[in-house]
């Protein structure tokens, strides 16, 4: 292992926040035990100022992935994906590095640095480090940026790590190696330090620098163009003393350009300055105002509860790039989270929740602002129609092909699983596609094929209806539980003649109480599953699944396929679904993109297309996901 390109905790895990608990604990025992707290002061402001930082980085990540504000200035257009986010998830080890020497030097100069000698603001103070800064910082990150750019070894072992980040955003700031996290300490370092020396320091200086050179950082790398360009054709000498998103990218971009810190003076003073750097980043600004890259499919989605609207990328992006599970520390942000619920009800719209990529198609992922409860609310009803049928009559404007409703907003008593909007709009060229066929598909083919006989609940709701008519064409005979007989004899009269026998209508739970296969379309109770023999597999079509109540069967998961492997961008995971993997009714209108059917998907489902959508679905490189948990 080469000396300084790893960090020291790297095997630690999250367990590395640990290293924090002698500060808390020094604070901790000063307060209860000693007179003077000049210590336990100093430790106080280093955690603060660490979770400053820490938070400043989170803030610009919420800003940078709410697309919905940021989608016309990104400067590069790809997506995070789940390979960077991994790359950048220790981010914050710089912090951790600062901690620990902020922690030293506060220890070596007491009781030299009292809290009485540090004064709470000085002017003075301000005007020593503005000089550090540029006369020190600044040239000195010039020069070393520059020389882990000319000198092979050095970039290839220490820097390269920084620039393996393929789309810059504000966690890649802090991402880099050890000797390079040692390199920025001194560089934000000696300012404070300096100015302290020379009797001019202030706490007002110590967390405003510390807070402002993280800051400018993150802007760096943000990867969307906050400036305007008027203000530098305004004030061009702005150009040279700060620099701006576009800036720090073409370096990203053309490496052995703009090496500066904050002030690209310093390029121009070393002949590094990229040409296209004011110019690529007025044609960003002026281009704001104009039509983006029109996406070939959109899935329309929307919130599921409180708690998982956390979960969304804007919020925290190593949640989203994860599977979704309750987070416990999370419940103290819950009335915050309600409150924005509550103001989205009442002014949102739909937005742009996520995007990828697909065989050089823009598939993006919009969010209807409404949760679970809501759409069975009767007050609702209309409300949430209103946002559907708009998000619908906008991708018809823009030239989307496919939209594809996600989960309750296909719901059959709110909008006929969207005839509603086929039949109102007859001139739709955007196809709205349920996804059905495709998630009855799934459904079906995790059936092992020697099953003669199968338990079916929700029997006569849309994929239940499917389900039957396709299993008793098979020869399997199908449980139907429901209590409307009006209901059961009209699907029972779809079936061929030859097999309507199969389709047996029961009433009782307790009819099933020899079948191990279930069908579940209707959420069942601990005491319903009760009925079931041991050893049953319960495969859902249900939403929420039911709870794994049962020690002796098995569970699986709501339909779903996994992506073709060669999806770019992608960064964010559905619900709970693994990474890479989608609702079938989202992989269903993929596929009806990427086959580029003319029709629209509403409505009953056509059991007869079932086999050939999920051939369809074969062939463009979607697989099934198929898990038993216990």
């Avoid at 760096?220 to 530098?232: A, D």
């Avoid at 121009?268 to 105002?289: C, D, E, F, P």
Wanted: glycine share 6%.
């Amino acid at each position: 292992m080469v000396a300084f390109s790893a960090w020291p905790w790297g095997n630690f895990g999250n367990l590395k926040y640990l290293l924090y608990a002698p500060l808390a604990a020094q604070v901790v025992y000063s307060w209860a035990y000693e007179q003077d707290y000049s210590r336990a002061l100093w430790c106080l402001h280093i955690l603060i100022i660490c979770g400053l930082k820490g938070f400043l980085h989170v803030l610009w990540s919420v800003y940078n992935n709410m697309l919905w504000v940021s989608r016309t200035l990104r400067i590069n257009p790809n997506g995070v994906d789940f390979k960077q986010i991994d790359h950048e998830w220790h981010w914050d080890n710089y912090i951790l590095l600062q901690a620990i020497i902020a922690s030293i030097i506060c220890y070596m100069s007491l009781p030299l640095m009292t809290m009485n000698s540090i004064p709470l603001w000085n002017t003075k103070g301000l005007v020593a480090l503005i000089v550090l800064h540029v006369t020190f910082s600044e040239p000195i990150y010039y020069f070393i940026h520059r020389t882990f750019h000319s000198n092979t070894y050095l970039f290839t072992h220490y820097h390269s790590f920084h620039h393996s980040s393929p789309v810059p955003h504000p966690m890649t700031s802090g991402n880099a190696t050890l000797l390079e996290g040692l390199i920025l300490c001194v560089v934000a370092g000696v300012p404070l330090v300096g100015s302290c020396l020379l009797g001019v320091g202030s706490l007002g200086l110590i967390y405003g620098y510390a807070i402002m050179f993280d800051f400018l950082r993150c802007l760096g790398h943000c990867n969307v163009e906050i400036f305007s360009h008027k203000l530098f054709e305004t004030l061009p000498i702005l150009r040279y003393l700060i620099y701006t998103p576009t800036y720090h990218s073409l370096h990203h971009h053309e490496m052995g350009t703009n090496f500066c810190l904050f002030m690209p003076i310093f390029d121009v003073l070393g002949n590094t300055l990229n040409s296209n750097s004011w110019g690529l980043q007025k044609k960003i600004r002026l281009s704001a105002g104009e039509r983006k890259r029109v996406p070939e499919f959109v899935f329309l989605a929307h919130g599921v509860d409180v708690m998982s609207a956390m979960h969304a990328p804007f919020v925290f992006r190593s949640f989203a790039s994860m599977p979704y599970t309750t987070r416990i520390f999370l419940l103290p942000m819950w009335p915050f989270t309600f409150m924005v619920m509550l103001g989205m009800w009442v002014w949102s719209k739909t937005f742009l929740f996520s995007f990828y990529t697909l065989r050089n198609n823009l598939c993006q992922t919009w969010g209807v602002p409404r949760f679970g409860f809501q759409y069975f609310l009767p007050v609702a009803k209309q409300g949430i129609n209103n946002q559907i049928e708009n998000a619908i009559l906008r991708a018809d404007k823009i030239g989307v092909k496919v939209i594809s409703l996600a989960a309750l907003n296909k719901n059959e008593a709110l909008n006929g699983g969207g005839t509603l909007f086929v039949n109102k709009h007859p001139d739709l060229r955007v196809r709205v596609v349920h996804g059905n066929t495709l998630t009855a598909a799934v459904i079906l083919n995790e059936i092992p094929k020697d099953v003669k006989e199968v338990f079916l609940t929700g029997a006569t709701s849309k994929l239940g209806r499917a389900i039957a008519l396709y299993l008793c064409r098979r020869g399997v005979r199908v449980l139907m539980l429901t209590l409307s007989m009006e209901r059961f004899q009209k699907i029972q009269k779809e079936a061929p003649v030859e097999f309507q026998n199969y389709l047996v209508q029961v009433t009782k739970y307790n009819a099933a109480q020899n079948c191990k296969t279930w069908i579940v379309g209707k959420w069942l109770t601990p005491r319903e599953q009760s009925w079931a023999p041991k050893g049953t597999h319960f495969h859902q079509f249900v939403v929420p699944p039911i709870l794994n109540f049962r020690r002796n069967c098995t569970y699986g998961d709501l339909a779903a396929m996994r992506l073709p492997e060669d999806v770019q961008g992608l960064g964010t995971c559905e619900y709970t679904m693994d990474r890479g993997v989608v609702h079938a009714c989202h992989a269903g209108g993929v596929v009806h993109m990427l086959e580029g059917w003319e029709h629209h998907e509403v409505g009953a489902i056509d059991v007869d297309r079932i086999d050939l959508v999920w051939e369809a679905a074969m062939r463009h490189g979607l697989r099934s996901v198929s898990s038993l948990t216990r």
